[in-house]
């Protein structure tokens, strides 16, 4: 894994709102979805923003989802995972191809509190196909400062991490806004 292989989000979110970004995830050469393949889909947030800091560090500062390939042909995982919590949450699940899965994943930037704190949330929907949960939530909420926020050298990054894959796998990622 060559940590070049992210993608981090060029502009930062630094205002309140609703930010809907359309995932689409593809193993181009491969007829099914390897279970070794796993993908961060998240947030990176604070001053922590090189990538391969954020996710080597085990303070860092991310907020996401992790997906991959669930037992089940067609069925994928997707489980909540920040970089205050020593392991993900509890799956939920959506459905795909064998090869392919897509969702969105909703951003809600809360008004500043009083307090200066600024209350979060990220949902994954599910892109025009099922999604269920048994007892994860596809729904998590996350605080962070206003400074963090406002800061010009810091703001909110939504960013996508491979992990697993060798030097000869590919995997595609398609993203859309959907609503800024």
Request: with cysteine; hydrophobic share 40%.
């Given at each position: ?5 992210a993608?981090?989000?060029g502009?930062?979110i ?12 593809i193993?181009?050469?491969?007829s ?6 796993q ?5 990176s ?11 080597r ?16 042909l067609?069925?994928f ?5 920040s970089?205050?919590?020593p ?13 392919k ?8 930037v ?5 307090n200066q ?22 729904i ?12 010009p050298?810091e703001?909110l ?7 697993g894959?060798?030097?000869d ?5 398609r ?6």
């Amino acid at each position: 894994m060559n940590w070049r292989d992210a993608i981090l989000q060029g502009h930062k979110i630094h205002k309140p709102g609703k930010y809907t970004l359309r995932v689409s995830l593809i193993q181009s050469r491969r007829s099914l979805w390897p279970s070794d393949h796993q993908v961060f889909v998240g947030l990176s947030y604070g001053t922590n923003s090189p990538t391969n800091q954020m996710i080597r560090s085990k303070c860092g500062t991310f907020f996401g989802f992790l997906c991959g390939a669930s037992p089940f042909l067609g069925i994928f995982e997707i489980q909540a995972l920040s970089g205050a919590s020593p392991k993900p949450e509890a799956p939920i699940f959506i459905t795909g191809s064998a090869a392919k899965f897509e969702f969105d994943l909703d951003l809600v930037v809360n008004l500043t509190q009083v307090n200066q704190i600024v209350t979060c949330t990220l949902a994954v929907g599910a892109g025009g196909m099922a999604c269920g949960s048994s007892s994860g939530n596809r729904i998590q909420t996350f605080q962070t400062g206003l400074r963090t926020l406002i800061h010009p050298n810091e703001g909110l990054r939504f960013v996508i991490v491979p992990t697993g894959l060798n030097v000869d796998d590919e995997m595609e990622a398609r993203l859309n806004w959907v609503s800024l």
